[in-house]
């Protein structure tokens, strides 16, 4: 295998050997370019987020590494046993997304999960938070979380009495 050091010319190698020991089957032979592309996008190190047509194909390559984020959320504070509806703004949010309030260290961390979350742009959101009246009063964190993934914020949600 040839080094990474000429992404093209290795492509270029690849895609020959197997044009011509695959004859004619197409569906191979976009796989096999499919591979050589991914193999060249990883030799020159493509890490942000990035998306390329090929017109003649109709394939579209697709790498992201865009995170979501919370800038603000309205209102920022709310009473022991409420009913609170909130607007959340940030970046990068989807209809999968889960929004929480946490309180607390790792071990012994508290939360309050957002109920009703409607996605209404991938900058903003609405939903409504239902604060038990045992909840520790003071600043809780505003967390979203998507797919697995933990994204907190420095944004804070105030518990009064």
């Known amino acids: ?68 984020s919370v800038t603000s959320i309205t209102p920022a504070t709310g009473k022991l046993g409420e009913t609170v509806p909130f607007i959340l703004n940030g970046t990068e949010l989807s209809k999968n997304i889960k929004v929480y309030l946490e309180n607390g260290d790792t071990k012994n961390s508290k939360s309050i999960i957002a109920n009703a979350v409607n996605v209404t742009s991938p900058t903003s959101l609405t939903g409504s938070f239902n604060i038990p009246q045992t909840s520790t009063l003071g600043a809780w964190n505003v967390t979203v979380k998507e797919a697995g993934e933990i994204f907190p914020s420095n944004v804070t949600f105030m518990v009064t009495k």
């Open 1 to 68: 295998m040839e080094t990474c050091r000429d992404p093209v010319k290795v492509m270029r190698n690849l895609l020959a050997n197997y044009y011509t020991k695959l004859g004619t089957c197409m569906t191979t032979k976009v796989m096999y370019f499919s591979l050589a592309l991914i193999l060249c996008l990883i030799c020159t190190g493509v890490s942000s987020a990035v998306s390329t047509t090929d017109p003649s194909p109709k394939t579209t390559v697709i790498s992201s590494n865009v995170k979501a």
